[in-house]
């Protein structure tokens, strides 16, 4: 257990670097346990759920060596077809293993997937595709686990599956497995649309598939025999970026984020300058600085190409600071505000509530049994608001990335604690902070 002590109210100034995406990376490594060749992933995240992810690959049989922020990855064989319980329910991209399991060993079984606390987040998705393409999966209630394997009939076919909402995991979960049905032709409809699946696509054609994204939400997938290791780098994290964009203008700050240019910003940037915040994109990297009183934008988050989810708690951050009432609409996920309580605690001015939505199966991601009447989807902001120092928990992932913001901004020292969710998604960040001038640091107990 960890906690992290900040005393807010320092200007952020500096140039910082991005590390490689998280989201990339850790289906990087299942995309290496395709091939019984090595594969090598440059610019990896040296965060929590990538090291989990290592000792998954290691217990099922592989060998990863990490040289600075590149994995050599190897499974030559596997030596089993179980991922344990214990690692499986520290991470949810632990299920994405049935893929290279089911194409090489024609058999998994994997538990439930674990995670962030922020919704159900169900894998029924990616079920029924596998079923569509011919796999029998059945679900043991008494261990909690999935058990998958190859119909005893199953023939190289053509099947078309469209997903009934969009999902980021089943859809790469999906592609993995159909690159390795040799012969058949694999066409998956409503796909998911972010940035982070191309570059998936892009690691698994240099191994030699065969996969082309026909439209936005369509791709086709001609299965091959066998994959090849290769060499693939991974780009800048797209949540890294936002966290330091607004790090650095909710402390009347300026920083040059290097690297920042190459990935896709802008539903985050055209709400940023209606804010009033200051963006210069150059061949370096983005600037990212506050050049004066910030202007309430509303938020409604929803799949690629719109506004993240994984934005909305940094976004709720910056909304205390501008002069208005902001509204963010969670639509991806049924239950993402567990910050708000925490906020309050350090004197946000934020209600919870649920907008009248008149088709809510077609506005909300999430499946809506999952829904609870206590769960609220939306938050209303009055700004600007002066946050004071205060005693804060983590929930999440997101919500960490949301309270290191808080007290950066606020005056005062607050203490965070539950920073170990923070290491899930940022490497070393309380020290990276500190190299643009926050007074940061961590106490471990």
């Given at each position: ?103 090489r060993m024609d058999k998994a079984i994997i538990p439930n997937p674990g995670g962030c606390r922020i919704g159900a987040r169900p894998i ?21 686990f999935f058990y998958l394997k190859k119909e005893s009939n199953f023939k190289n076919k053509e099947v078309v599956y469209k997903f009934e ?75 890294e970026i936002v966290t330091l964009a607004i790090a650095a203008i909710i402390t009347k700050g300026d920083v040059l984020v290097k690297g ?186």
């Open positions: 257990m960890s906690r992290i002590i900040v005393n807010g109210g320092k200007r952020l100034m500096g140039t910082i670097g991005v590390s490689g995406a998280k989201n990339v990376a850790l289906k990087a490594m299942v995309a290496a346990c395709l091939t019984d060749q090595e594969v090598i992933v440059k610019n990896v995240p040296l965060i929590s759920d990538f090291m989990v992810m290592v000792e998954i690959i290691r217990e099922l049989g592989g060998v990863v060596k990490i040289i600075d922020h590149t994995a050599h990855i190897h499974m030559k064989e596997f030596k089993k077809e179980k991922i344990s319980l214990e690692e499986a329910a520290k991470i949810r991209t632990s299920a994405m293993f049935l893929s290279p399991l089911l194409a029924d998705r990616t079920i029924k595709g596998l079923e569509k393409m011919g796999y029998l999966v059945s679900y043991n209630s008494d261990d909690g909402k969009s999902t980021h995991t089943g859809t790469e979960t999906l592609i993995m497995i159909s690159t390795l049905i040799n012969g058949a032709r694999i066409t998956l409809e409503n796909c998911a649309a972010e940035p982070e699946i191309d570059e998936l696509i892009n690691l698994l054609n240099q191994m030699g598939a065969k996969i082309l994204r026909t439209k936005e939400r369509t791709i086709v997938i001609q299965g091959v025999e066998k994959l090849t290791g290769t060499e693939f780098t991974i780009g800048p994290d797209r949540n920042a240019q190459s990935v896709d910003l802008s539903p985050f940037i055209q709400r940023l300058e209606l804010a009033g915040g200051g963006v210069e994109q150059g061949e370096e990297g983005v600037r990212f600085f506050y050049k004066g009183k910030l202007t309430c934008v509303d938020v409604q988050t929803s799949n690629y190409p719109g506004f993240m989810t994984d934005w909305q708690g940094p976004w709720a951050i910056l909304m205390t600071q501008a002069k208005g009432v902001a509204q963010i609409h969670e639509t991806v996920y049924e239950n993402r505000f567990g910050y708000v309580g925490e906020l309050k605690k350090m004197g946000a001015n934020i209600d919870l509530f649920n907008p009248d939505i008149k088709d809510p199966e077609k506005i909300y991601n999430f499946n809506l049994s999952d829904n609870n009447p206590s769960y609220f989807h939306a938050i209303k902001i009055q700004g600007p608001t002066k946050l004071h120092n205060g005693v804060v928990e983590v929930s999440d992932l997101r919500a960490g990335a949301t309270l290191v913001l808080a007290a950066l901004s606020a005056v005062g020292e607050s203490v965070i604690f539950g920073a170990e969710h923070l290491d899930r998604g940022y490497e070393k960040l309380e020290e990276r902070l500190r190299t643009l001038g926050a007074s940061i640091k961590r106490v471990r107990e």
